[in-house]
């Protein structure tokens, strides 16, 4: 079984031009993101306890992972989620940010082409 993955993974990996590291790391200073949701409006950070309770109200409990079952027991686990449809990370400098943040993690890993 071992042969079976290994060999069709060294000939792929033979087949690397640009070798990269396994990780990419660095500092950079960076702005945070306005933050809007749907219902709730610009969320503050840190977060108020209003905005706290009103994140709540337009979100609906989040099941999690146990073994191989999606599981939704508040008795064990109070957790909320927001789809992502229903909010939104804005600004310039956030923007320009993650776009070097992206740019540099693609160097390091040794990524061509484009990295949008």
């Given at each position: ?15 690397i031009e640009q070798p990269g590291d396994f990780c990419a790391s660095g500092r950079l200073a960076i702005h945070p993101p306005a ?82």
């Amino acid at each position: 079984m071992t042969t079976q993955v290994c060999t069709p993974l060294a000939k792929i990996l033979d087949k690397i031009e640009q070798p990269g590291d396994f990780c990419a790391s660095g500092r950079l200073a960076i702005h945070p993101p306005a933050l809007d949701v749907e219902g709730v409006g610009r969320v503050g950070l840190p977060l108020p306890e209003v905005q706290a309770r009103q994140l709540i109200e337009v979100a609906e409990a989040a099941p999690y992972g146990r073994g191989t079952e999606t599981v939704l027991d508040q008795d064990y686990r109070r957790t909320w989620q927001i789809d992502a449809s229903r909010f939104s990370l804005r600004g310039e400098a956030w923007r320009r940010d993650l776009d070097e943040i992206v740019h540099r993690a693609a160097q390091g890993l040794g990524v061509k082409g484009e990295t949008e």
